[in-house]
């Protein structure tokens, strides 16, 4: 049972994982010891967090702009130079837009659409070689982050963001039932209100933010990391194509 979360000796590379939950996953991971490898498109950032968690363990920094196909396949060629298998992705570089319904623009559907759906797909198949690698020795995670506005409706007028996040929901499944044949397991996680860049409302307010959610909190660090590393490691190996909730009950009261 003690090795039931360890990640040691695991390889993980994560995207937008120089802040916000991606850096949480990325924090979690490698205190349960596996080599972690994090991209975002702004280098100096993804730089400074790998500088900041190598004190945990081995952190890389591998700056990529994913929203791209082209940008996607030269992240899987960098990372793929320094590994040759790939143990644990995390599909978590995302965006948002919102704007009112009768003035909703076309660019703000497709930056976020190609970010937060295509993204994930054409990512896990440039590196699906070096994920079935992994897989011919013990299986081999994808985790795609979605959102709890992927589950139930939020309020605010973010048309693409909603429609992308609940097709990725789907797509996690749709994936999942292929990629179990390569010993590689696909799941997801929708997370609720947790303090970040694209959550400003849960940083900025969160005792106004707390007072709906039933559990009486934002999320916090360890809660995105605990969920993280449950589907990551052995524990998760049987949690095939499902997506966890992880909000503190915000879905069932909305």
Same mark, same amino acid.
């Given at each position: 049972?003690?090795?039931?979360?360890?990640?040691?000796?695991?390889?993980?590379?994560?995207?937008?994982?120089?802040?916000?939950?991606?850096?949480?996953?990325?924090?979690?991971?490698?205190?349960?010891?596996?080599?972690?490898?994090?991209?975002?498109?702004?280098?100096?950032?993804?730089?400074?967090?790998?500088?900041?968690?190598?004190?945990?363990?081995?952190?890389?920094?591998?700056?990529?702009?994913?929203?791209?196909?082209?940008?996607?396949?030269?992240? +899987?060629?960098?990372?793929?130079?320094?590994?040759?298998?790939?143990?644990?992705? #995390?599909?978590?570089?995302?965006?948002?837009?919102?704007?009112?319904?009768?003035?909703?623009?076309?660019?703000?559907?497709?930056?976020?659409?190609?970010?937060?759906?295509?993204?994930?797909?054409?990512?896990?198949?440039?590196?699906?070689?070096?994920?079935?690698?992994?897989?011919?020795?013990?299986?081999?995670?994808?985790?795609?982050?979605?959102?709890?506005?992927?589950?139930?409706?939020?309020?605010?007028?973010?048309?693409?963001?909603?429609?992308?996040?609940?097709?990725?929901?789907?797509?996690?499944?749709?994936? +999942?039932?292929?990629?179990?044949?390569?010993?590689?397991? #696909?799941? =997801?996680?929708?997370?609720?209100?947790? +303090?970040?860049?694209?959550?400003?409302?849960?940083?900025?307010?969160?005792?106004?933010?707390?007072?709906?959610?039933?559990?009486?909190?934002?999320?916090?660090?360890?809660?995105?990391? =605990?969920?993280?590393?449950?589907?990551?490691?052995?524990?998760?190996?049987?949690?095939?194509?499902?997506?966890?909730?992880?909000?503190?009950?915000?879905?069932? +009261?909305?």
């Amino acid at each position: 049972m003690k090795h039931l979360f360890s990640l040691e000796g695991r390889s993980a590379l994560i995207t937008g994982g120089s802040r916000g939950i991606g850096r949480m996953i990325a924090e979690g991971f490698l205190t349960q010891g596996a080599r972690v490898y994090i991209s975002a498109r702004k280098a100096a950032a993804c730089d400074q967090t790998a500088r900041e968690l190598s004190h945990l363990g081995h952190c890389v920094s591998l700056p990529a702009d994913v929203s791209t196909l082209e940008g996607a396949r030269a992240l +899987a060629a960098a990372y793929s130079a320094l590994e040759p298998q790939l143990d644990i992705l #995390v599909n978590n570089a995302g965006a948002a837009w919102g704007a009112p319904f009768d003035e909703f623009p076309e660019s703000g559907w497709d930056k976020v659409v190609d970010l937060n759906l295509k993204t994930p797909f054409f990512l896990t198949q440039a590196l699906a070689p070096q994920l079935r690698t992994a897989g011919k020795v013990r299986a081999a995670k994808v985790i795609n982050i979605a959102s709890i506005d992927g589950v139930s409706v939020n309020p605010q007028e973010t048309y693409s963001y909603a429609a992308s996040k609940a097709g990725l929901i789907h797509l996690t499944r749709r994936m +999942a039932l292929r990629l179990i044949q390569d010993n590689i397991v #696909v799941s =997801g996680i929708a997370p609720g209100a947790f +303090a970040s860049e694209m959550n400003r409302d849960a940083r900025d307010h969160a005792q106004e933010v707390s007072a709906r959610v039933p559990a009486g909190r934002i999320g916090v660090d360890a809660d995105m990391a =605990g969920a993280a590393i449950y589907l990551a490691s052995r524990a998760g190996d049987y949690v095939v194509g499902e997506t966890l909730v992880v909000d503190g009950g915000v879905t069932l +009261a909305r």
